[in-house]
């Protein structure tokens, strides 16, 4: 058996948080239909739509990004191409402002 290319294991310490994250962003989304709902209607719905299914691209993205990963820390190469972050990041935002203007309009 071969010891693991990155001692520290981050990659795979990586990997297990980006699984997190997305469940967390699958689970944001689809709470966030039932507040959004009676207020923006159709929009809050397809936030959620939106966020769901990033989240599950998250999910099956994850694998073959982990192999990269790893394999570009074993070879002291840099590996991120930062758009997960970015689309995780905007998505999030966009059902945090949906959130708010929903509890703001709706209580007026």
């Known amino acids: 058996m071969s ?8 990659p795979e310490r990586t990997a297990l948080a ?8 699958i689970g944001l989304s689809l709470g966030s239909a039932r507040v959004t709902w009676p207020v923006i209607g159709a929009w809050g719905l397809a936030l959620a739509g939106a966020g769901s299914a990033l989240g599950v691209w998250l999910v099956l993205r994850g694998g073959p990004r982990y192999a990269r990963h790893s394999t570009a820390v074993a070879s002291g ?14 998505l999030t ?14 209580h007026h």
């Open 3 to 10: 010891a693991p290319a990155d001692p520290g294991l981050q």
């Open 18 to 25: 980006w699984r997190r994250t997305s469940l967390a962003l």
């Open 77 to 90: 190469e840099g590996a991120g191409d930062g758009l997960a972050p970015l689309l995780a990041s905007l």
């Open 93 to 106: 935002m966009a059902i945090a402002v949906a959130g708010i203007v929903s509890v703001v309009v709706g």
